[in-house]
């Protein structure tokens, strides 16, 4: 058996099958999504694996891998004709990788797996220098839906001493899952929201000046959505916290 090119033939296909799956990135449906998608893809990750074992420049060899994943990925961008069709793939690509396909090789555990993982991150971004992908076990993922994924507000209110199940948070979560996820867009805004902001609370909590930022945050933006919520100016507290994604994204997001 062509370890090698059943690889690396099969990586392209792992990345669509990927995006295709796409919709059961859903609290009641990722851990059932994950698990048949893995058993799909697992040939190509043992194939992998194999091949990886027998050569002798392993580096090289994951290199080649993670560059046919990444140029595949390349060249269904530049072949959509108009921006906004290159945007929305753009974005069900990072997605379809950061929570599929890095999670399905790292859940190999193979010795492969985790050099992989690093060079198909680095090959990413030498492509698409404006994303922040980046390697997530499924567990950590999947653990993820309980929370709820409120990452910023979450940051904020763990700064503020606020448990996970407090009130604003449960208040905001609610107003995601409820009516954000009902606007004929929500659900392109909650893509987004998955993209930037993790990686916005990481840079800053290593700014040095987190406590400071996150007050500003909780005074400028949380509070007042809240208050909207609470008095039923949905659209307004979506318009601000667009906003406050949007102000911390140009101030941190840029300096990955």
Known sequence: MNYYLTAIEGMPEMLSSACGALEGFKRNRYKDAFEELYLKNRAVLEA?????????????????????????????????PKRGEKERLMMDLNLAMAVYVLPMILEYRGQSSKPFADKAVASWKARFPKTNLQAAEFTYIEQGFHKK?????????????????????????????????SLSDGDVLIRKYYDVAPSIVKHINQSGRAEEIYHSIWKDYIQPCIRMIENGEAEACRRLYEDMVYMLEKKFFAKI
């Open 48 to 80: 992998l694996e194999q091949g990886y074992l027998m050569v002798i420049d392993k580096d090289q060899y994951l290199t080649n891998m993670a560059e046919a994943l990444a140029e595949n990925a390349l060249s269904r961008v530049n072949a959509c």
């Open 149 to 181: 994924y409120c990452y910023i507000t979450t940051a904020v209110c763990e700064e503020l001493g606020r448990p996970d199940d407090c009130y604003e948070l449960n208040l905001l979560r609610n107003y995601r899952d409820t009516y954000l996820a």
